[in-house]
């Protein structure tokens, strides 16, 4: 239906077919170095990130210790807990 639309463009000239071909392999190696780029620098980046956040780390001091308060014992058998109760959608079969 669209087929001739998404056509591409390719000259018919042997030397203008040559240049294109390398002007993609040139802007693909551009988009594969900035890509290198961008991952080395997120790299650093988070390096740095944890760095700081080690380094934050070891400088305060310790907060003290609080006592934990004593479970309260319950009958065998029971536990003690609480729930959310959460709608589930339909079950579907094995098609969906």
Avoid: K, W
């Amino acid at each position: 239906m669209y087929l001739g639309s998404f056509r591409t463009f390719r000259p018919r000239h042997p030397l203008a077919r040559i240049a294109m071909a390398v002007l993609g392999v040139i802007a693909v190696l551009v988009l594969v170095t900035l890509g290198l780029f961008a991952v080395a620098a997120l790299a650093i980046g988070g390096g740095v990130f944890v760095l700081i956040n080690a380094l934050r780390g070891t400088l305060r001091p310790a907060a003290p210790a609080q006592p934990s308060p004593q479970p309260q014992r319950t009958r065998s058998g029971v536990i003690e807990g609480e729930y959310t109760v959460v709608e589930s959608a339909p079950a579907r079969g094995p098609g969906h």
